[in-house]
Nanobody, 129 residues
C-alpha cells in the first residue's frame, strides 16, 4: 500500500518562502507520479505542480509558475515543493498525492485530481499580508 505524508507547512509573511515535503513509501512499480494540490477555504481543490519519475518531467499551474519548484530525492523517496515569493492568495491546505498508474494524462502533465489515488492528510500554509 502506497503511503504519502506531507510536512513543512506554516505561517509566513508575504514574499517569504517555505519548503513542503512529501514522504512516499510502499511503491511496488519502478515509476510513479506525485503531485501537489491545494485547497483554500470555500474553494475547490486545484492543482499546483506534478512530477513523473519515469522521465523527471515537471508541470506547474500558471498561478505558481516561476515561484514554486518541485524536486525529487529518490534516495529518500521524498518530493519537495519549494514555495517562493509567497502571496496571501497562496494560503491553503496543500496536499500531496501519488499514483503508480502512469497514464497518458500523467505523461502530459494534466495533473488531474482523479488520476491520483493515494493522498496525504494535507499541511496548512498561511501567508499573511
Amino acid at each position: 500500500q502506497v503511503h504519502v505524508a506531507e510536512s513543512g507547512g506554516g505561517l509566513v509573511q508575504a514574499g517569504g518562502s517555505l519548503r513542503l515535503s512529501c514522504a512516499a513509501s510502499g511503491f511496488t512499480k519502478p515509476y510513479n507520479a506525485i503531485a501537489w494540490f491545494r485547497q483554500a477555504p470555500g474553494k475547490e481543490r486545484e492543482k499546483v505542480s506534478c512530477f513523473t519519475s519515469s522521465d523527471g518531467s515537471t508541470y506547474y499551474s500558471d498561478s505558481v509558475k516561476g515561484r514554486f519548484s518541485i524536486s525529487w530525492d529518490n534516495t529518500k523517496n521524498t518530493v519537495y515543493l519549494q514555495l517562493n515569493s509567497l502571496k496571501p492568495e497562496d494560503t491553503a491546505v496543500y496536499y500531496c498525492a501519488a499514483t503508480e498508474l502512469i497514464t497518458m494524462a500523467i505523461v502530459k502533465g494534466l495533473c488531474r485530481i482523479y488520476d491520483y489515488e493515494y493522498w496525504g492528510q494535507g499541511t496548512q500554509v498561511t501567508v499573511s499580508s
